[in-house]
């Protein structure tokens, strides 16, 4: 079966850190582009951040610049989204999407989701 499982969200303090995971089952993830978005309640689902396939990152809100970043590396099928200086108003549910190559600004254009995990951000 071909899927993304997320993992790595919690509780976590105003200023804290803390990094997902997106890992392909079934799939290897090399010649994919992979966006994590999240979606916090009441408010549509936004991208945070996509890498290409071929390392190019593209689509990171001016919410979330130089404070999340994706890791990829060549050869792993994991992903990881490093997110720093947490801010309450990033408290939502955190989901990976790959579709082949290159990212795209359309998320019906993503072919695989991961299920959400829970990132809340509060003293």
């Known amino acids: 079966q071909l899927q993304l499982v997320v993992s790595g969200g919690g509780l976590v303090q105003p200023g804290g850190s803390l990094r997902l995971s997106c890992a392909a089952a079934?799939?290897?993830?090399?010649?994919?582009?992979v966006g994590w978005f999240r979606q916090a309640p009441g408010k549509e689902r936004e991208a945070v951040s996509c890498v290409s396939a071929y390392g190019g990152r593209s689509g990171v809100p001016d919410s979330v610049k130089y404070r999340f970043d994706i890791i990829r590396h060549n050869g792993q099928n994991t992903l990881y989204l490093e997110m720093r200086s947490l801010r309450p108003e990033d408290t939502a549910l955190y989901y990976c999407?790959?579709?082949?190559?290159?990212?795209?600004?359309?998320?019906?254009?993503?072919?695989?989701w991961s299920q959400g995990t829970q990132v809340t951000v509060s003293s």
């Open positions: 079934g799939f290897t993830l090399d010649s994919y582009a």
């Open positions: 999407a790959a579709r082949r190559y290159y990212c795209s600004a359309s998320q019906g254009e993503y072919e695989y």
